[in-house]
């Protein structure tokens, strides 16, 4: 997977952005943010950082910049691709972009439960399992950008 931005070349050994969706109100919403949050906090920590949405939407200029200047991992809970797009509409990369459904559909023995809050442990498991494929894209995206 190489880019095909100079400004990333640049910056080889900076950390990876992983971008959730908000996802308010949805079930996968709440299971894409848990996988980011597996990324960066469990996984990865040393190699990713989480970037923040809301951020993106409201154009803020340092997270403009930092779009530009990383390669970014985005994780979108459905079809909409609202992290995707608002990193494309602010001249970022996408350098691997995700769909939470797709991983649902892989996962079909786990099965969300009704609250957007808490959609339940399978959900949590499917955030888990999710992680360690993208985790799994990042070692090899890091290896490949060397």
Same mark, same amino acid.
């Given at each position: 997977?190489?880019?095909?931005?100079?400004?990333? $070349?640049?910056?080889?050994?900076?950390?990876?952005? @992983?971008?959730?969706?908000? %996802?308010?109100?949805?079930?996968?919403?709440?299971?894409?943010?848990?996988?980011?949050?597996?990324?960066? #906090?469990?996984?990865? &920590?040393?190699?990713?950082?989480?970037? /923040?949405?809301?951020?993106? =939407? =409201?154009? *803020? *200029? $340092?997270?403009?910049?930092? @779009? #530009? $200047?990383? &390669? @970014?991992?985005?994780? !979108?809970?459905?079809? +909409?691709? /609202?992290?995707?797009?608002?990193?494309?509409?602010?001249?970022?990369?996408v350098a691997k972009k995700y769909l939470m459904p797709k991983f649902l =559909?892989?996962?079909? !023995?786990?099965?969300?439960?009704?609250?957007?809050? *808490?959609?339940?442990?399978?959900?949590?498991?499917?955030? +888990?399992?999710?992680?360690?494929? @993208? %985790?799994?894209?990042?070692?090899n995206f890091m290896e490949e950008s060397r």
């Amino acid at each position: 997977m190489k880019l095909n931005n100079e400004k990333l $070349e640049e910056s080889k050994d900076k950390k990876v952005l @992983i971008l959730p969706c908000s %996802g308010i109100g949805k079930a996968l919403g709440t299971v894409t943010r848990w996988t980011a949050y597996e990324v960066t #906090q469990n996984l990865k &920590p040393h190699d990713t950082r989480l970037l /923040c949405l809301a951020r993106l =939407v =409201v154009a *803020d *200029d $340092e997270s403009k910049i930092t @779009i #530009q $200047e990383h &390669p @970014i991992f985005t994780i !979108d809970g459905c079809p +909409k691709k /609202c992290a995707t797009l608002n990193v494309e509409k602010n001249g970022g990369l996408v350098a691997k972009k995700y769909l939470m459904p797709k991983f649902l =559909v892989k996962n079909r !023995d786990l099965k969300l439960g009704k609250s957007i809050l *808490d959609p339940g442990e399978q959900a949590l498991e499917l955030a +888990k399992r999710t992680a360690r494929d @993208i %985790g799994t894209d990042i070692d090899n995206f890091m290896e490949e950008s060397r």
